[in-house]
């Protein structure tokens, strides 16, 4: 029975998920090169509409539709009333189709754009469109489906509250194969390299911060105790990052980054994002703990190997992902939502949780590479060097950021 409480806090959380994408696009510009800052918002703000477009057209019904043994949904046609699929208990009895719907198309737009922050400065605009299409079709469509539409990993007992996989995890291992792919930057001035805009990248961080909250407390699907938890679980451990990295920073590094500060707190948010419905506060504490400590000694390994992650999206999403999947496994309590993990005894979820975790990053990693494979065959994935030199801004869209 459709419950008006529940439908309404669901297209609240849809619209806060919503939001998070321009977030990025202040959060990464800030975060890169006054030359560059069109770009890589543009990159965010048109994942918003091609991926709509592929969500309404093909991508929900694949991801959440009929299982063909567990590997991929099923077509079927998406009617405008929201009678394009049979109810489902498990999609939310309390909400209309549609709600779920518009829910899940949020997170579909979110996770590529994630990626770009990698490959900063150096991709052509256009392969990007194309790699965007394929990523989400390829990558995203069945990680959803695996995860949370009654795919081989649900059906296994993977837990997954509201993306440490099929987002976070996805999105760090494609944008570590963008890495090795693309290659690094040619930046002869180290200054470059510098964020142009702190505040840019201070906004970015308040609007994903205030976006999260629809992200992990919508994946109860209502305005429940369920909402409750997993909204309070979301600031406790992205807090507790925040001043983790802090400390951790101002020890090694003698002074106090704001720059740091943010980045922790993205972290803590996307370590807590797939255990958030699933652990007590207490347990977000230690979580936030890992992700503001673990988190940061990925970055500091990424850059003693020279990976050039322009802004760290395998460090902090996709390391925070990937842990915060495997920590679920092991704080998660059954009286919170029917989930135990090691603390309770039960080493199985543990064990799933890794599983499902190492197969998703292997599967999104892999499949990144062989779409950039291909579509660099047709088209140059990556810009000229003259173009990446005066900048993707001027080069590419003829436009600029600054006129001063």
Excluded at 162 to 181: C, E, K, N, T
Excluded at 242 to 269: C, D, N, Q
Excluded at 378 to 397: H, K, Q, W
């Amino acid at each position: 029975m459709i419950n008006t409480g529940d439908t309404a806090f669901m297209i609240i959380c849809a619209a806060l998920v919503c939001l998070m994408t321009p977030g990025l696009a202040f959060f990464y510009g800030g975060l890169v090169s006054k030359k560059n800052v069109l770009t890589i918002m543009m990159q965010s703000f048109i994942s918003m509409g091609i991926v709509t477009i592929i969500w309404f057209f093909i991508g929900f019904s694949l991801a959440f539709g009929p299982d063909v043994h567990g590997i991929i949904g099923g077509l079927k046609y998406l009617c405008l009333n929201g009678v394009g699929m049979d109810p489902n208990p498990d999609y939310g009895a309390t909400i209309p189709f549609l709600s779920f719907f518009s829910y899940q198309q949020m997170f579909a737009i979110i996770t590529p754009a994630l990626i770009t922050g990698a490959f900063a400065d150096r991709v052509n605009f256009k392969s990007y469109l194309v790699s965007l299409v394929f990523w989400s079709l390829l990558i995203y469509v069945p990680l959803a489906h695996w995860v949370w539409g009654g795919g081989f990993l649900q059906q296994m007992g993977v837990a997954d509250f509201a993306g440490g996989i099929v987002v976070h995890a996805s999105a760090g291992l494609a944008a570590l194969a963008s890495v090795f792919f693309v290659g690094k930057r040619n930046i002869t001035d180290s200054a470059e390299m510098d964020p142009h805009n702190v505040t840019h990248v201070a906004l970015g961080t308040a609007l994903l911060w205030f976006g999260w909250f629809g992200f992990n407390a919508g994946g109860a699907l209502g305005a429940n105790g369920l909402a409750s938890t997993a909204f309070i679980n979301t600031d406790i451990a992205a807090s507790v990052a925040m001043v983790t990295w802090l400390v951790i920073s101002w020890i090694r590094e003698k002074s106090p980054s704001f720059v740091g500060v943010l980045t922790g707190a993205v972290a803590g948010l996307a370590t807590i994002t797939p255990a958030a419905g699933y652990v007590k506060p207490w347990a977000a504490v230690i979580i936030g703990l890992c992700a503001g400590a673990v988190c940061y000694c990925a970055v500091q390994f990424r850059k003693k190997l020279d990976w050039d992650d322009a802004l760290d999206v395998w460090g902090v999403h996709g390391v925070g992902g990937m842990m915060g999947t495997i920590l679920l496994g092991v704080f998660a309590q059954s009286s919170v939502n029917g989930v135990s993990g090691l603390i309770e005894g039960n080493l199985h979820q543990f064990g799933i949780q890794i599983f499902g975790t190492v197969v998703a990053g292997a599967y999104a990693f892999v499949v990144t590479m062989l779409i950039l494979k291909v579509v660099n065959h047709f088209i140059p994935v990556r810009v000229s060097a003259e173009e990446e030199r005066l900048g993707l801004d001027t080069s590419l869209n003829h436009e600029e950021a600054y006129r001063l």
